[in-house]
């Protein structure tokens, strides 16, 4: 059975960081995209980062870039999201997904596109609030 677990989500300061995991299990040794996505309420879902498949390419949305990293950690099965300078707008719902195996994306728009994505995790919490 596939699972994604999220973890870290918290309160924190602007300009604090958080660090979020994703723990992945049922997944086969096939490469596949997994990443990050945020939403807000009334707000559609935002792709924040992603690994893609074997090639290993990284999507990193705009509002994001020189402030978040994404990495992974194979043998764990887990995948991270390292976030620096936190702004207020930073804060939302932040899931974990993870596309088919052998999936990859090739374009930015593919990469930020949920649709492309297969499995969800149930979500973590980042308030970034004074």
């Known amino acids: 059975q596939v699972q994604l677990v999220e973890s870290g989500g918290g309160l924190v300061q602007p300009g604090g960081s958080l660090r979020l995991s994703c723990a992945a299990s049922g997944f086969s040794r096939d490469a596949y995209v997994i990443g990050w996505f945020r939403q807000v309420p009334g707000k559609e879902r935002e792709g924040v980062s992603s690994f893609s498949g074997s090639d290993d390419r990284t999507y990193y949305a705009d509002s994001v870039k020189g402030r978040f990293t994404i990495s992974r950690d194979n043998a764990k099965n887990t995948v991270y999201l390292q976030m620096n300078s936190l702004k207020p707008e930073d804060t939302a719902l932040y899931y974990c997904?993870?596309?088919?195996?052998?999936?990859?994306?090739?374009?930015?728009?593919?990469?930020?596109?949920?649709?492309?994505?297969?499995?969800w995790g149930q979500g973590t919490q980042v308030t970034v609030s004074s």
């Open positions: 997904a993870a596309g088919h195996p052998g999936s990859r994306f090739l374009t930015r728009a593919q990469a930020r596109d949920p649709r492309r994505y297969d499995y």
